[in-house]
């Protein structure tokens, strides 16, 4: 069973907007430390977005103010609100999950330190 799974990507224009949505198949993923990574063409994955499990958001410095994430654990849901999109944007964007001790120790985007990957979504920003 795939314990991440993403959806809502597509192909926009610059300026429009996309909601991202990653369900985890396992109430476990409550307690975890739940984030949005991306990989353009050519480049390495970033990190983009990750919550806490008590929702507490931190954001990478080129989206802060477009780009929202939330969670709702009812429904085992995190959510990425992508606003006034731009051409470099454009990349295949991740769900990833980790202990929340992670989103509490590390300011920074671990990759290495994320458990659980989805399978990505493709977001395509045109200009």
């Known amino acids: 069973q795939v314990p991440l799974v993403e959806s809502g990507g597509g192909s926009v224009q610059s300026g429009g907007s996309l909601r991202l949505s990653c369900v985890a198949s396992e109430d476990k993923f409550k307690a975890y430390c739940m984030a949005w990574f991306r990989q353009g063409p050519g480049k390495e994955r970033e990190g983009v977005a990750k919550i806490t499990s008590g929702g507490s958001p931190t954001y990478n410095d080129s989206v802060q103010g477009r780009f929202t994430i939330s969670r709702d654990n009812a429904k085992n849901t995190v959510y990425l609100e992508m606003n006034s999109l731009k051409p470099e944007d454009t990349a295949i964007y991740y769900c990833?999950?980790?202990?929340?001790?992670?989103?509490?120790?590390?300011?920074?985007?671990?990759?290495?330190?994320?458990?659980?990957w989805g399978q990505g979504t493709q977001v395509t920003v045109s200009s």
């Open positions: 990833a999950a980790a202990p929340n001790s992670v989103c509490l120790l590390y300011d920074d985007f671990v990759l290495q330190k994320m458990n659980y």
